[in-house]
């Protein structure tokens, strides 16, 4: 079955650039059907969907708007993984981060990553 | 962005009873070219990922118990849980992907 195993600094300091990444087995982050996407978990802001991509032909990305300035996800497709980038980072970014298959629902999810912005 | 509102936020049932949430969206999440509602259920238990229960508004995941149905359309719905048990105790939170994706903040069940 698919399983995403999440890895990257639990601590980043603020006007940083928070790093995670996904690595993906069981399926293949080329899929044609699938999407991968970041999500994260706060207790201010609930569940909260930042961005996907995916690959249809060609690559593609779309972000929420919250965040859109500030964020890249990348694929590196001989690791079979793709990664998050989040600029400037605030304290108000401090959350659990998950990544997730999916282009409707979420199915699966990383372990999650707890990572706070503090200097 | 579509707004998801769950009641209650809190719920206590007793083992074998019925439990269930609401979730109202903002709009519809009904897409009437194919008459799917774009609404997912999710399970989260502490430490863990969100799990997924129900999409499709009422289709349940491989592998989930058959006591956990969804219903609903529209802006409108409900998930059940038909008898409780003690492993359903749990943060439930219901997901729409009509319009970008947005979740409800979470109803905390426990057994009363």
């Known amino acids: 079955q698919v399983q995403l195993q999440q890895s990257g600094p639990g601590l980043v300091k603020p006007s940083q650039t928070l790093s995670l990444t996904c690595a993906i087995s069981g399926d293949s982050v080329s899929s044609n059907s699938a999407a991968w996407n970041w999500i994260r978990q706060s207790p201010s802001r609930g569940l909260e969907w930042l961005g996907k991509t995916y690959y249809r032909s060609k690559w593609y990305s779309d972000f929420a708007l919250s965040v859109k300035s500030r964020i890249t996800i990348n694929v590196d497709t001989s690791k079979n993984q793709f990664s998050l980038q989040l600029d400037s980072v605030t304290p108000e970014d401090t959350a659990v981060y998950y990544c997730?298959?999916?282009?409707?629902?979420?199915?699966?999810w990383g372990q999650g990553t707890l990572v706070t912005v503090s200097s | 962005d579509i707004v998801m509102t769950q009641s209650p936020d809190s719920l206590a049932v007793s083992l074998g009873e019925r439990a269930t949430i609401n979730c109202k969206s903002s709009q519809s999440v009904l897409y009437s070219s194919n008459n799917k509602n774009y609404l997912a259920w999710y399970q989260q238990k502490p430490g863990q990922p969100p799990k997924l229960l129900i999409y499709?508004?009422?289709t349940r995941e491989s592998g989930v118990p058959d006591r956990f149905s969804g219903s609903g359309s529209g802006t409108d719905f409900s998930l059940t849980i038909s008898s409780l048990q003690a492993d359903d105790v749990a943060v439930y939170y219901c997901h729409q992907y009509y319009s970008g994706y947005t979740f409800g903040q979470g109803t905390k069940l426990e057994i009363k």
């Open positions: 997730a298959r999916g282009a409707d629902w979420f199915d699966p």
């Open positions: 499709w508004a009422s």
